[in-house]
């Protein structure tokens, strides 16, 4: 089967296991993330162009927030791969590229591929940013988070678990993770990409506790 074959067939199961997800995971961040990671591949002049676009389709197919656990996300995306027609040693490049994706509570430290460095920036800046921010906001009202809470402490160290389960805020999620994700990037095109967009939010971050109390 032709490569472009196999990407259209990975984009219609994509839309139609995602479709409108509320959560700021929907086919728009998917496409969103899959330009960006082949831009940053044709300006780094690095990585498989198919595996990276493979992975960058596929990378939230097996999330643990979107699937009833880690073990069913991670049978979905092998049942999919199993139907395509690409190799056992493809097959596992792309599961390999996806599972160095995540942030994990910044618990995610493994020597990443060129392939895993350009999906893994692509998704973190779309974490951030006015987009990002619009995400944030949108998962934590559907994971029943509050916006803000002076109450609650920013978690500094965390386990994975406690990132995932514990309790925080929308407000939080950005010191917690999204502040942090800029230098965590591994290419140049991406820690360029992302200037503006962590400035925004530190600009979105200052307006918003200038309002908080009342007194803007």
């Known amino acids: ?8 067939i ?6 139609d296991t995602l479709g409108d997800d509320s959560t700021g995971h929907d086919w728009h961040h998917i ?36 699937n009833t656990s880690r073990e069913a996300g991670d049978r979905k995306l092998s049942d999919f791969l ?7 040693e493809a097959s596992s490049s ?29 998704d973190r800046l779309d974490a951030i940013g006015a987009v990002g921010i619009a995400r944030a906001f949108a998962y934590g009202g559907k ?4 916006i803000y809470d002076p109450a609650l402490d920013i978690r500094r160290e965390m386990t994975e678990d406690e990132y995932r389960n514990g309790r925080t805020s929308s407000i939080n ?14 290419t140049d095109t991406a820690m360029e990409m992302a200037e503006e967009r962590h400035e925004l939010m530190e600009q979105f971050l200052h307006q918003f506790f200038k309002e908080w109390n009342g007194q803007a």
Do not use: C, W
């Open 1 to 8: 089967m032709m490569n472009e074959n196999i990407i259209h």
């Open 10 to 15: 990975t984009e219609k199961f994509v839309r």
């Open 31 to 66: 496409e969103r993330v899959r330009k960006n990671a082949l831009y940053i591949a044709k300006r780094e002049q690095k990585g498989d162009p198919f595996f990276i676009e493979m992975a960058a389709l596929l990378h939230d197919i097996p999330d643990a927030k979107l």
């Open 82 to 88: 199993q139907e395509l027609e690409i190799t056992e």
């Open 94 to 122: 792309i599961k390999a590229i996806i599972d160095s994706v995540s942030f994990k509570g910044g618990h995610n430290t493994r020597i990443l591929s060129e392939e895993a460095k350009i999906v893994q920036d692509a």
């Open 143 to 146: 994971k029943g988070q509050l």
């Open 173 to 186: 999620h950005f010191y917690e993770k999204l502040l942090k994700l800029k230098d965590l990037l591994n």
